[in-house]
């Protein structure tokens, strides 16, 4: 909460420069002002107020309450983080209902738990409108969640005791959370400095290409914390350039990649590594085929009839003439071979990465070309990265083990161990990534059966749990490139919330706290 108090500051900087000409004293009435200035002081002086209450008790923590600390921090930094975002809806209401009061809270809940958990999933309808400060403030939160909020304050304010390292393992994605450093602090800022010499290095990329500095900051956060929140409606296809395209291909590729993997080759120049890292060749064989394979379909099979796409369920669906000139403007963006694997590279690699970044609308694309990307969705970058989904390593051992178990069956003799590269694993730790694949799908049916019930259309409920689950933002049919999450009732919502959670921290930091036996002596 403190490391939250200070970081407020910056959006709140931007909100009073941005309202510079109405004076010193009125720019404090100013909506977004007084929200983040509010939401700072409290946050700071609370956090304050319980760490001299509960200075005695911080050694004496463990396990049990490492995750909690990760769960519930999540769910209180979220409920600091939509404050302003609440306050600036309430201001545009011309009278107060509880309704709309719960509507603006629910709304303003799922947008920065969208932002922290790097969804990119969004309520707003026109995002050009909203106040600088709250745009950024937007952006900012994919950047803090994408390493994580709790390992900032790990670098921060190392001496968190023994439940430390869980807080750790509970937030950094992926099966395992490895240490460069013995000391934690040491391995948190490390990471956090490879993560913030990526984001100045695209920073500075998109400013050469022409995009001014607030923008370049946004979109390097949505970037490089795998999240899509744009400052643009159209998203990075708001810009038509071909140049930030592959600039942000670029970057997202490297931040679905593992962090350990940038401090090893970018600080050590270990370039060794590269060669050895299975998991980032099976992610780059990944990406290179699904691209190929998708260009050469757009390519040479084009979009298909106008008619097909506007079967697609939309809650606001468009005029014939409408889909006709959206249907010709999207197959003009592939009608070119390079065309083609632009286009596909950038959503391919922005699906792969769970980023969600847009600059065509794949919904109007060939269905086995939409399929291949909600396929995509539940695979993930690597562990390690900011990716989120299941991460490219548990896809890995999955396979691995089944083709074991094939190899079994005819050779019940044999005794065949789940390798990743030359390391052998453990075979609790392929237990362990086989109990999180069944969980991941239980709770991605589960879900889907409960949204079913609320949204109109299946391919609609299907998209909205995969693309929350996998902390991915757009999918397809209602929720697709050019839609949004306004429309869904306030009860799918936080369904949807809950999904954006379990896929950030990985369903068993969660799901740990609401064992009653996790909490017996």
């Not at 460069?180 to 290409?209: C, D, F, H, N, S």
């Not at 810009?239 to 080759?265: C, Q």
């Not at 998991?279 to 757009?298: D, M, N, S």
């Not at 990743?420 to 999180?436: C, D, M, P, T, Y």
């Amino acid at each position: 909460m403190q490391v939250m108090g200070g970081v407020l500051l910056i959006p709140l900087c931007i909100s009073v420069y941005e309202n510079r000409g109405v004076g010193l004293i009125s720019v404090w009435h100013e909506t977004e002002v007084f929200a983040f200035a509010l939401t700072a002081i409290f946050s700071f002086f609370f956090g304050l107020f319980l760490s001299w209450i509960f200075k005695s008790g911080r050694h004496k923590g463990g396990v049990r309450e490492g995750y909690a600390i990760v769960t519930i921090g999540w769910f209180f930094l979220v409920l600091l983080g939509s404050i302003p975002f609440f306050l600036y809806f309430i201001s545009l209401e011309q009278s107060f209902s509880i309704n709309r009061a719960f509507l603006h809270f629910t709304n303003s809940y799922f947008e920065i738990m969208s932002g922290f958990t790097t969804t990119g999933a969004t309520i707003l309808t026109d995002v050009q409108i909203l106040p600088k400060g709250l745009l950024f403030w937007r952006s900012l939160t994919h950047w803090l969640g994408g390493m994580g909020i709790v390992t900032l304050s790990l670098a921060v304010f190392p001496a968190m005791g023994v439940a430390a390292y869980q807080m750790f393992r509970g937030e950094v994605p992926g099966p395992s959370a490895d240490k460069i450093q013995p000391r934690l602090a040491e391995t948190a800022k490390i990471l956090w400095g490879v993560y913030a010499l990526l984001t100045l290095a695209e920073t500075l990329l998109l400013m050469a290409g022409g995009m001014p500095l607030f923008d370049s900051l946004c979109h390097t956060f949505g970037t490089m914390a795998t999240g899509g929140f744009s400052t643009k409606n159209a998203s990075i296809g708001y810009y038509k350039s071909a140049y930030f395209d592959w600039i942000i291909i670029l970057f997202m590729f490297l931040a679905g990649t593992n962090f350990l993997l940038h401090y090893r080759v970018l600080i050590q120049g270990r370039f060794k590594s590269l060669k050895e890292d299975k998991e980032f060749h099976f992610y780059l064989g990944t990406i290179i085929l699904c691209v190929l394979f998708i260009g050469f379909f757009l390519y040479f099979n084009g979009l298909p009839p106008e008619k097909q796409s506007a079967s697609h369920y939309r809650h606001n669906p468009m005029s014939t003439s409408e889909m006709t000139h959206h249907v010709d403007e999207e197959m003009g963006k592939v009608s070119t071979l390079q065309g083609a694997f632009r286009y596909a590279s950038f959503q391919v690699v922005s699906i792969t990465t769970t980023t969600g970044f847009c600059t065509a609308d794949f919904d109007v694309w060939p269905n086995i070309c939409r399929l291949l990307l909600l396929v995509l969705m539940f695979w993930g970058g690597c562990a390690g990265s900011t990716g989120g989904g299941m991460k490219m390593v548990r896809i890995m051992v999955v396979l691995k083990a089944a083709y074991n178990q094939l190899r079994k069956i005819g050779r019940p003799r044999l005794i065949s161990l789940v390798k990743v590269g030359k390391n052998a694993l453990q075979e609790s730790l392929v237990a362990n990534i086989l109990a999180f694949f069944v969980l991941y799908l239980f709770l991605f049916i589960f879900s889907t059966i409960l949204m079913s019930m609320i949204v109109p259309d299946l391919v609609t409920a299907i998209s909205t749990v995969s693309a929350t689950l996998g902390n991915i933002g757009p999918g397809l049919s209602g929720i697709g490139a050019t839609e949004n999450y306004a429309w869904i009732p306030v009860t799918g919502k936080w369904i949807l919330i809950l999904c954006m959670l379990l896929g950030r921290l990985e369903i068993f930091t969660v799901l740990l706290i609401f064992r009653p036996s996790v909490w017996k002596k």
